[in-house]
């Protein structure tokens, strides 16, 4: 996928990560994507590519009413054609298939498709066939907002597929606000891949900046920009205040610890909903993130940009 802060479309997409789960990540993500329906012009979509573990819907409650089916192609072996001669088993790099007493058995769960054995197989012994690995739901939200969200079938052990049929759904003319799976592995890593900016979701507490450290790594191997949000701010240390400012990363949002938010999060509601005070703030947390990176979408932004926005504590 090209960025499209490369292409020149002037849309922006824009992932919301996070080094582990429970940092509010998805709550950012959400609230962000209903606070830019208020002042976006080209639109907004959000793609929940948290896909073992989806829950932005919950939060948006958007009316689905399209089920794409996700499939990978995995071999199939034709014994009465094939000889054995383990071709297929030295190409796998996933041990998805070998030879097992002069029989050629696949393993669908571990192949990652690449059609190796297929290729290299000297007796055309090899098809391949389709198999589900989940599903992609769509629709739009009471606020206007496409919605994608995708979701791998309980058992599966790689999640790329269907994080792949998810961001099929990008469009150009939109912004788009990617909620990335927590963590930094390869499934965080394909969700990132290609994204114009990253919003680092983190707790201002050592763990929190332990894996703040993590996903910071992360984006700078893919070459993706980023910036932090902290939420929870007031508990813990200043531990992730001094690494942002030692590591010159803008802090884009602080969100307080208060137990208003706590509530209208476990009500299943964003910020922009239970708190019309935060939708500025949010705007701002886009308008920083198009000044920081620059290109043709900054044209559609006005105002002037403040280093960090808060919302002050409700008494």
Not at 32 to 50: F, H, K, N, S
Not at 56 to 72: G, S, W, Y
Not at 91 to 110: G, M, T, Y
Request: aromatic letters at 4%; a negative charge; hydrophobic letters at 40%.
């Amino acid at each position: 996928m090209t960025p499209h802060g490369a292409d020149n479309t002037g849309a922006l997409t824009i992932s919301v990560a996070a080094g582990k789960g429970g940092t509010g990540k998805t709550l950012v993500a959400t609230s962000l994507a209903v606070a830019l329906t208020r002042d976006a012009p080209p639109g907004v979509e959000l793609l929940d590519c948290d896909v073992e573990e989806p829950n932005a819907d919950i939060l948006l409650r958007p009316h689905c009413n399209h089920r794409e089916p996700v499939h990978v192609m995995v071999p199939q072996v034709n014994q009465t054609l094939c000889t054995s001669c383990g071709r297929c088993a030295e190409a796998c790099q996933f041990s998805a298939i070998a030879v097992i007493r002069q029989a050629v058995i696949a393993f669908p769960e571990l192949c990652c498709g690449c059609g190796a054995c297929s290729f290299v197989c000297p007796e055309d012994a090899i098809s391949e066939v389709a198999r589900s690995v989940g599903v992609v739901d769509s629709g739009v939200t009471a606020d206007g907002i496409r919605f994608y969200q995708g979701r791998v079938n309980v058992g599966e052990q790689r999640s790329a597929p269907v994080t792949k049929a998810v961001k099929r759904h990008i469009h150009d003319e939109l912004v788009t606000i990617i909620d990335a799976p927590p963590g930094t592995a390869c499934p965080m890593q394909e969700a990132l891949d290609g994204s114009d900016y990253c919003v680092l979701v983190t707790e201002p507490t050592p763990f929190g900046l332990s894996d703040l450290r993590a996903a910071v790594d992360t984006c700078r191997q893919l070459g993706v920009p980023y910036g932090v949000i902290i939420n929870r701010d007031g508990v813990g240390d200043a531990g992730v205040e001094a690494y942002c400012a030692d590591q010159r990363i803008p802090v884009l949002l602080r969100i307080p610890q208060e137990r208003v938010i706590a509530e209208a999060y476990s009500r299943g509601e964003t910020l922009a909903h239970a708190f019309p005070e935060w939708v500025a703030p949010l705007q701002d947390v886009f308008a920083r993130v198009r000044d920081l990176i620059g290109g043709p979408a900054a044209a559609r932004w006005r105002g002037p940009i403040e280093p960090s926005t808060s919302v002050q504590r409700r008494r």
